[in-house]
């Protein structure tokens, strides 16, 4: 983000409530937001290329600490169930402290640092999105960012990085294949 603009799309805009979901809601409750809809706002408001106006910052700080207050609960329920030692757990759970110490950082000064407070709220999101995710055991394509269903076609995806590491591997349903390169 590096210059002052009027992002068109608000979080209240798009529907999303910031209030607080314990986990046994979020199996009862159908206006809770799905981990899908979670990424795809955080995603799209780390994607900007602008500085928010302050009272849109304000809005974006509110949902994405809803999401993230909905998420921590669901992530401990799930972690809960594993054993001790299990390693995606475990770093679920640390996911989760990270995001509870951005959740409670105190307001930055002047726009662009309360901009980069939001933005690491954001990414706390989008981590902890894919740790509920994991630790649920859902596959999700890495194209089209929706879960992939038992008995859906779908194609290994493995992109690496020019030191020959994976940088993302996963999976991606076959239709997006044929569609061009995942957005990753």
Known sequence: ??????????????????????ATQEQTDCSAPTTATMRAAATWFLD????PRHESLKLWHQDLGGFLRHLMPA??????DLPENDVPARVAMVGVGEARRRLHEPE?????????RVQRMAR???ALCDHHDALAGMRMCL???KPIEDGETWLPYDKFSPSGGAAQ??????SCASV???RR
């Open 75 to 80: 992530i401990e329920a799930l972690a809960a």
């Open 1 to 22: 983000m590096t210059a002052r603009g009027d992002n068109k799309l608000t979080p209240s805009r798009l529907g999303f409530e910031a209030r607080p979901v314990n």
């Open 169 to 174: 591997s996963g999976r991606i349903h076959a």
């Open 180 to 182: 061009g390169r995942p």
């Open 108 to 116: 930055a000064a002047g726009l662009l640092g309360e901009a980069q």
């Open 48 to 51: 900007q290329p602008t500085l």
């Open 143 to 145: 194209a089209c960012d």
């Open 124 to 126: 706390s999101v989008v």
